[in-house]
């Protein structure tokens, strides 16, 4: 007769998935002191895009501190979606210090003959409050006569300079800059503005020996060219 074949073990179900991470988010700003709870979100990731949408505030994972029951969950640099922890709901304490600064970016040093012998690269924080100045962060190059323009709350781009067409974006709650599209030409001594329209735009004027405008638009992260102007403009206001 047929020999039987061998039953084959049948492959055991996979787990049931875990029940969705619930994160209730307090948001604790500095000054003035506010709270402000968000929905229940399923990670951190989300987390970050409603507190980005709900207070203008760039959250990173470093202002992020988990816990539950009073026991801290992790926090810091710790990015393995802080594990599932059932169905109990993981409270999200942000604390975020939005105290106003003004920022002093780049500038010259010059020697006896009035030659600029270096453009500098860093920048100092003044707090209002305390009328007290700290180091601020670095730029990636030295920067002088550049032009600054306030996106919103806490972006800053940061244009041209001496010999520069560069440009450099300030993110005023991380203390952080990041590179930003080129302008189409060296600019140096002229003025931003930013559009209180809504629509992310910029307009950069004049300049040491131009005429020329460009408009910046954040939606497509790039320079255009601008009308120009009847008479040079080195140091407009």
Known sequence: GRKKKPKTAQPEPPPPPPPPLQIIAELVTGSPLTHLTLPPCTTVLELRRRVAAESELSLGWRDVSLSRDGAALGGGGARAAYGRTGEEPVKVTVVVDDTPKIVVIGGEGRNEDFRIVQQHASTEVLNPHTMTLTPGPMMAAGRSHASVARLDKRRALVIGGVGERTTTMLDLHSDTFAPEPDLLKPRSGG???????????????????????????????????????????????
């Open 191 to 237: 003025t931003a503005v930013a559009l209180d329209d809504g629509s992310g735009r910029i307009i950069v004027s004049g300049g040491y020996e131009t005429r020329s405008t460009e408009i910046y638009n954040l939606e497509s992260n790039s320079f255009s060219s601008g009308p120009v102007m009847a008479k040079v403009r080195w140091l407009p206001t």
